[in-house]
């Protein structure tokens, strides 16, 4: 049974980013604790109580693909009527049609819940909101009025149409074709790997998809953004005729099963009716402008599914008796195996770690907020190119630390972590995908040594790195564990300087050499910026203790794991940072056809 860390999500928000943080935002000067905890537990309620109860049966039933059309998964269909029943549809989207407007950072704590009590549910309003947010910055003021304030409301959900066959990381090999017709376009084609192409929670759907309109030049330049609704919109609004649309099928996949990923075909006949969203030829760049939040959503889904990991192997341990740990046991008897020290390290890892990772991405999503609200330009701007810069190491090193830490839970469980039975498998399962889709964990890595750290040589990283050093220099606290964690950090700002200075020589010489360690380089990063926040959080728990706080047992558990994230998890930095100084060359200079 998953229970929402509710408590370890208002430490992150209130006392490691903190309320008046938050509030610097003029869009959120009414944001108060007392509100962002109030929505927390709410949803803390419904994901247990709702969303978690039919993870499993999802997974073992899935979703289901009929000639008349997709059928959710069962449950899933009375679960989303009361997502849309409670508002959490309208949580994100901006107030002008009918959202909340509730800042990145709350939002980012909603959808780890989300994510961690059931995956394949987040993803239908996961990726709706990413349609809204593609026509929010590009779609026309009569295009924003018709299809908006259903896309809130949760009346009609929405889908990302990119990948096809031969289209998928290069998304420049795009074949769909747009014909115009009139002031719309006639669509002809397949998309692959839909996610929520088709269901039955809702009576419309609406597709942002990605085509070349005839004549356009080959190659990213020539694509442009297209809504194409599953039923066509009558003038006044009412639903009409279906539109060209057809899932062919759904996949068979390792995990995710409750959510239908779809083979679309587009045009059968005369084509499907799709509406252009802004400029010919910049569909491409439209996508970009929402890939920051996409990308987070889904690095969230790795620590998401960490934690829902962690918590089913903790129970395990605490449960499962088997031979005699070496601490003291007056009964003589066997124990819980959550006394072996091995077992505790597997789990220390498991706590440790996603705590980290939660703490980058809400701290990511504040900066998301910063960037596009502070009222000071320069403040703005800086905390976009933050944003930026840490949006790449979110997705990879999250959901990276996602499938490695709940392959440990299912070790953690021995043998029954590979029956289905208790669960640790489809946690396993599910979390596989979140290194792949939108923009493997390669793509990630080259998007961070190139864009966000080759591009400017380096400056935001280093004012970055700076500004930890003298946040680091200000931890004064005498305990040992904060300590620990403090000399973690620094020591991993000096690494990750070292690495940056290493990448960007490498660079200098020929700026492909650094792909061959882009991913070491990363995992550099996020490893010494969890260290980082580790040793913030250590010092805040342990003034708190000091300060004699009545929640001594949380403050704690936050400083063992700030302790073990420096011993064990921190010291990885170090091993990354070797590759990226002398790992290139056995990758550049080894021919392909020496590997296969
Ligand atoms: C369950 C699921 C749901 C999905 N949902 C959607 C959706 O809703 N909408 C949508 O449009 N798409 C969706 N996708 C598609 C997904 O985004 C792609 O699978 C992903 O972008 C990778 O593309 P690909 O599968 O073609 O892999 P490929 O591009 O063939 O990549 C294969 C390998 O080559 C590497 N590689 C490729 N190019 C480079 C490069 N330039 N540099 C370094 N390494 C490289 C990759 O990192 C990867 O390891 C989904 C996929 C799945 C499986």
């Known amino acids: 049974m998953y229970h929402a860390p509710v408590r370890d999500l208002r430490f992150v928000i209130h006392e490691l980013v903190g309320e008046s943080a938050v509030r610097s935002c003029p869009s959120f000067a009414d944001y108060s604790a007392e509100t962002a905890d109030a929505i927390l537990s709410e949803a803390a309620r419904f994901a247990e109580g709702v969303l978690d109860p039919i993870n499993k049966s999802g997974d073992r039933d899935g979703a289901k ?4 059309g997709v059928i959710a998964a069962p449950g899933f269909k009375e679960a989303f009527a009361k997502f849309v029943e409670g508002g959490w549809t309208t949580l994100k989207a901006s107030p002008e049609f009918g959202g909340q407007g509730v800042p990145s950072i709350i939002s980012t704590a909603l959808e780890e819940i989300w994510a961690s009590a059931n995956l394949a549910f987040k993803l239908c309003p996961m990726l709706t909101a990413g349609a809204i947010e593609a026509l929010s910055h590009c779609g026309s003021p009569a295009q924003k009025k018709l299809f908006l304030p259903k896309m809130v409301s949760g009346e009609w959900t929405g889908t990302m149409n990119l990948t096809e066959p031969q289209a998928g990381t290069d998304l420049g090999s795009i074949r769909t074709r747009a014909v115009p017709d009139g002031n719309r376009h006639r669509l002809f084609g397949q998309k692959i790997f839909i996610t929520y192409g088709d269901h039955d929670l809702t009576p419309n759907i609406v597709h942002m998809v990605l085509a070349r309109i005839e004549g356009s030049p080959p190659g990213t330049k020539g694509i442009s953004l297209f809504i194409v609704p599953k039923v066509l919109i009558n003038e006044d609004g009412s639903l009409g005729a279906p ?20 083979v679309l075909a587009y045009g059968d006949d005369k084509g499907a009716i799709g509406h252009l969203v802004g400029e010919q030829n910049r569909g491409l760049e439209y996508m970009f402008i929402m890939m920051n939040a996409a990308r987070l959503s889904v690095g969230l889904e790795g620590y998401a599914l960490a934690e829902r990991a962690f918590q089913q192997a903790a129970d395990w341990a605490k449960t499962r008796v088997q031979g005699k740990p070496p601490v003291p046991n007056p009964s003589g008897g066997p124990l819980p195996i959550i006394h072996h020290p091995d077992v505790k390290r597997m789990l220390l890892t498991m706590k440790s770690t996603t705590e980290a990772m939660r703490a980058l991405g809400l701290y990511a999503a504040h900066q998301l907020d ?21 949006i790449p190491i979110v997705k990879a090193w999250s959901t990276e630390n996602g499938v490695e830490l709940a392959s440990l839970g299912v070790q953690v469980h021995g043998g029954m972590g590979f029956i289905e039975e208790t669960g640790a498998a489809q946690t396993l399962r599910d979390v596989r995908i979140t290194t792949i889709y939108e923009g493997t964990t390669g793509i990630q890595a080259n998007d961070l040594i190139g864009r966000k750290v080759g591009r400017d040589q380096g400056a935001a990283m280093g004012l970055l790195l700076s500004e930890i050093s003298a946040d680091l220099e200000g931890i004064k606290s005498s305990n040992a564990a904060v300590s620990a964690a403090r000399s973690a950090a620094a020591e991993g700002v000096q690494i990750l300087k070292e690495a940056t200075a290493s990448l960007l020589a490498s660079q200098q010489s020929d700026p492909k050499r650094g792909l061959a360690i882009a991913v070491p380089y990363l995992k550099t990063a996020g490893t010494v910026l969890g260290a980082w926040l580790m040793a913030r959080s250590a010092s805040i728990a342990a003034g ?30 170090l091993s990354y940072s070797r590759i990226v100084k002398n790992g290139i060359d056995s990758v550049v200079s080894t021919d392909a056809t020496l590997i296969a």
């Open 544 to 573: 708190e203790i000091e300060a004699g706080s009545k929640e001594s047992e949380y403050y704690n558990s936050k400083l063992a794991s700030a302790r073990f994230y420096a011993e064990h998890i921190a010291p990885m930095a």
């Open 370 to 390: 910063l960037g596009s609200d502070h009222p000071d330009a320069a403040k703005r701007a800086a905390a976009a190119a933050r944003g930026d810069l840490l």
């Open 243 to 262: 539109n060209e649309v057809r899932c062919v099928s759904i996949e068979h996949k390792l995990g995710i099963h409750g959510s239908p990923t779809c």
């Open 65 to 68: 693909w009929t000639p008349d």
